[in-house]
């Protein structure tokens, strides 16, 4: 059964430095999200982008934040200068253009921020 | 008022039990609805999707109510591995992103 994958699984990284995140979405998936969960709240959208640009954004996903499709298959998430506060799991998912908005999700980054 | 309200439990049930969720959102213009699964720190699952006229999966039911913006999700004959955190979550009116609930804790005993 195809699914999304994401690395790393874990990333440390120091407060002020660049991290990005990767994920691959299931290949026939035109759709491609970022959700984040900090420890012990729930699941929070970031983004989506959907032909080759960003459809929507939340508040959360403000100029420290980008997203890229480099290739035909890799999705990344960019946080330029993380903070303390950015510490979450990351969590890409995919949805295919039928409509029925399903979306698939990867099993996550959990970013730590020190 | 929260976007996707749900009952945080948990709900403890001997397994064989019957147990029911319930789930209220507050966006009458929403178009898609979910049930998803969560273990412990590991990503949402989807479980199943919510449509007003009902749908069953195995000993899982949903059901839609938009006129009270209301969701519910019942599982019979509970098993071990039916413990989780269950999401109830919601699409925006006119957009993809999901909204989710704060989740409600299954625990399933012997």
């Known amino acids: 059964e195809p699914e999304v994958t994401q690395t790393p699984s874990h990333q440390v990284t120091q407060m002020g430095q660049e991290v990005i995140l990767r994920c691959v979405p299931i290949s026939n998936h035109l759709y491609f999200y970022w959700y984040r969960q900090i420890l012990g709240q729930k699941v929070e959208f970031l983004v989506s982008f959907y032909n080759n640009e960003i459809s929507e954004k939340s508040e959360i996903f403000d100029d420290q934040f980008s997203v890229e499709r480099p290739d035909g298959s890799n999705f990344t998430l960019k946080i330029r200068s993380t903070k303390l506060e950015d510490s979450a799991m990351y969590f890409c998912?995919?949805?295919?253009?039928?409509?029925?908005?399903?979306?698939?999700f990867g099993p996550g980054t959990r970013l730590t921020v020190l | 008022r929260k976007e996707v309200e749900q009952d945080p439990g948990p709900f403890n049930v001997p397994e064989g039990a019957t147990v029911a969720f319930n789930c209220t959102y507050s966006?009458?213009?929403?178009?898609?609805f979910f049930w998803y699964r969560q273990d412990c720190r590991k990503e949402p699952k989807l479980l199943m999707s919510v449509y007003s006229s009902g749908n069953e999966d195995g000993r899982f039911t949903a059901q839609l109510n938009r006129a009270s913006q209301y969701i519910s999700l019942l599982i019979r004959d509970s098993k071990l591995s039916d413990s989780a955190t269950y999401l109830c979550?919601?699409?925006?009116?006119?957009?993809?992103?999901?909204?989710f609930g704060s989740g409600t804790r299954l625990l399933v005993r012997p």
């Open positions: 966006n009458s213009a929403s178009q898609s």
């Open positions: 998912a995919s949805s295919d253009p039928s409509g029925s908005n399903e979306q698939f």
């Open positions: 979550v919601v699409s925006g009116d006119s957009s993809y992103k999901l909204i």
